[in-house]
Each structure stands twice: as C-alpha cells, then as structure tokens.
C-alpha cells in the first residue's frame, strides 16, 4: 500500500478523535505487513491519564487482533506543523520493530517519513532485558 492512502485512512480516523480537553485531533493508521491496516484516535479523559494517543489506539487495535508485524504507522494532527508521536507511543511503536516507518503527515501530498529509530535513539528494548 502506497503511503497516500495510509494517510487517507489516518485523515478518516481523525474524524473520530474524542477531544474534549484539549481539541486537538489526531489520527494514526498502522499498515502490516500482511497488507492489513489498523486505524486509531486519541481519546481523552476528565482523568487526563487515561487519555489514549491515536497511534497506540491504533497498535493496541492491531495487537489485540493477533497483528504484530507493522510495517508503518502514518501519522496526522490538526495544525500546520507535522505532528511526531510522543515519547510513550515511540517507546510503545519500537516495542514491534526497530524499522517501522513513521510517517507525519499534513496531508496526502505532505508528509514526511523516518524510522523510529529515527525518533528514538539508543532505546531501551527488550535485548536489555536479558
Ligand atoms: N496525541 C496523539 O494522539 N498523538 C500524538 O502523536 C501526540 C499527542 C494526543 C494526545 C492528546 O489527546 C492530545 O493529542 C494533546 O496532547
């Protein structure tokens, strides 16, 4: 799947952003490997820990579906600049692969595109563990 239509999908899940508190959108489209794609919203809370960022939203969808394998997760907040995934999703992205792609987006024709471990250097993963 090209990255366009990832981002298409990222656009539509965006419309389903729950975001009284802070009125930002945002939405997230995670492609696997298999051709699959999971979409996801942030949703807020009164308790503002509870809240879920759209691109964990859209890898816990996958996740609890049996999906690990991801490709790329595409990206898009509601402001001009390009939104990047905040430091817990990151962590939360590198836990199913060092080369996921990560794709910000504004829009179909205006993206850019890293891994994360691009976006998140030397990372405590689970070789640490051992
Ligand atoms: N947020 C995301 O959903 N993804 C990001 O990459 C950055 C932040 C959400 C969390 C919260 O609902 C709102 O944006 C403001 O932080």
């Known amino acids: 799947m ?6 298409k999908r990222a656009l ?6 729950y975001v009284p508190y802070s009125k930002f959108s945002v939405g997230a ?3 696997m490997r298999n051709g699959k ?5 942030n949703i807020e809370c ?3 820990g509870g809240t879920n960022c759209a691109e964990r939203t859209a890898i816990f969808k996958a996740i609890s579906e049996g999906d690990k394998d991801i490709e790329a997760i595409a990206v898009v ?3 001009e600049d390009y939104t990047f995934p905040c430091g817990i999703c990151r962590q939360v992205i590198m836990e199913f692969g060092r080369d996921i792609k990560i794709i910000v987006a504004k ?3 205006n993206y850019q595109v890293y891994t994360i471990s691009d976006l998140l ?3 405590f993963t689970a070789d640490d563990l051992d």
């Open 37 to 41: 794609v999971y979409t996801g919203c």
């Open 29 to 31: 489209a995670a492609l």
């Open 12 to 17: 539509e899940a965006r419309k389903n952003a």
């Open 107 to 109: 829009d179909e024709d």
């Open 46 to 48: 009164a308790s503002f």
């Open 121 to 123: 250097p030397s990372a």
């Open 2 to 7: 090209k990255y366009k239509e990832l981002i």
């Open 77 to 79: 907040g509601d402001t």
